[in-house]
């Protein structure tokens, strides 16, 4: 110790894990090489594969989703018709919500594998960083804790820190709602709105999603975690975010088919924020940014309409009693 400090407590080894991941997308390459990086074996499954869900899922300690939410109903309902082991952990990474039945992507897995744990992970965590091995963080949350534990020590890694959580509705809706608040950064930035008004959209756009949240049973302080407030920033700060594009290119005059035609990947806002506002109506939630991203995709609004309409509400109270 010369220089009076403790050295830095070493990550515990995990005993080597059978990971499948589900999706070799952006998400689910970059998660591949994290596990692979730590020991794990590791098998990739898409609809590509040679292999069947099956044969790939033989042995599996683990089956991590990262599939569009399009298409997580129909994996999982396979996945269902496969041989698996009783211990075999469900992690889903993907960030969206069902358009038939407004569940989230953990929701629908733990519907269809009642006695298997499900793992949330999610958090600022743009993959194309990740791959270059910049450093990160996220959170693992289940309400089976030991699972939650067992998911944080198969990742952690000097270069990407695991928190665990116990409110796995929150941190998969925070990693889903900052999406279409992401876009609607977009079109702040495309349309160089300025600074004061980006922290006006992101601060109001976190009081939405704890709206939402609290209808949806989320505890409020996840949204001020890593994987709400975390990934907001993220997410409304960076190109590389696939939903701050769409939000950036409407501004400049394209049109939301040509934006989906070139976008590298899945831009799930688009679907979120169209899924939200059958949420809100039902709920009675009181969504305006949502609302007016939800008008500008569908074209009943310019850009510039949009920001009228939320700087001309009615003034009010910053918080309501
Ligand atoms: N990229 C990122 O930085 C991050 C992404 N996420 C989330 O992860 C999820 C995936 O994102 P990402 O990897 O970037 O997206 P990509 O578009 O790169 O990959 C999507 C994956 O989902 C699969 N897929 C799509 N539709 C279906 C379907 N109907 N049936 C079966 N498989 C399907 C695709 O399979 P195929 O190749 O066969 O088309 C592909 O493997 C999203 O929910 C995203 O929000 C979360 C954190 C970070
Ligand atoms: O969720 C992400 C970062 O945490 C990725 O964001 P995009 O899907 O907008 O690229």
């Given amino acids: 110790m010369p220089n009076g400090r403790l050295p830095p407590t070493p990550i515990p080894i995990p005993i080597p894990k059978s990971v499948v991941i589900l999706g070799a997308g952006a998400w689910g390459t970059a998660l591949a090489n994290l596990a ?32 569009s ?5 129909d994996v999982a309902s396979v996945v269902k018709s496969c041989p698996l082991s009783p211990q075999t952990i469900f992690i889903t990474a993907t960030k969206g919500l069902d358009p038939q039945t ?7 897995w733990q519907s269809e594998f009642p006695d298997h744990a499900v793992v949330v992970l999610s958090g600022p965590n743009l993959s194309k960083e990740i791959e270059q091995e910049l450093p990160a963080a996220t959170v693992v949350a289940s309400k089976n804790s030991a699972a939650a534990e067992m ?19 929150g941190v998969e809706l925070g990693g889903t709602l900052k999406n279409v608040i992401a876009i609607a950064a977009g079109v702040c930035d495309g349309l160089h709105l300025g600074t ?7 601060t109001r756009g ?12 989320a505890k409020t302080e996840t949204f001020y975690g890593l994987a709400g407030l975390g990934d907001l920033l993220a997410t409304c700060n960076s190109p590389l975010s696939r939903n701050y594009q769409v939000g950036y290119q409407l501004a400049n005059g394209k049109t939301l088919t040509e934006i989906l035609t070139n976008l590298p990947g899945t831009a799930e806002g688009v679907n979120t924020c169209r899924v939200l506002m059958q949420i809100s109506q039902q709920q009675h939630i009181t969504i305006p940014i949502t609302e007016q991203v939800y008008r500008l995709l569908e074209t009943e609004v310019t850009p510039e309409q949009a920001l009228d309409e939320l700087m001309l509400r009615e003034i009010k109270p910053e918080y309501n009693q």
């Fill in 151 to 169: 998911v944080q020590l198969v990742f952690s890694s000097s270069r990407f820190r695991v928190y665990t959580n116990p409110d796995p509705v």
């Fill in 196 to 202: 004061n008004a980006k922290a006006a959209l992101v």
């Fill in 36 to 67: 692979r990086a730590k020991g794990h074996q590791v098998r990739l499954w898409s609809r590509q594969s040679s292999q069947t869900l099956a044969a790939v899922l033989q042995g599996a300690d683990i089956a991590l989703s990262a599939i």
């Fill in 206 to 217: 976190l009081t939405e999603m704890v709206r939402i949240g609290k209808v949806l049973g």
């Fill in 102 to 108: 407004t569940l989230t992507p953990s929701q629908i």
């Fill in 69 to 73: 939410m399009k298409g997580v109903r």
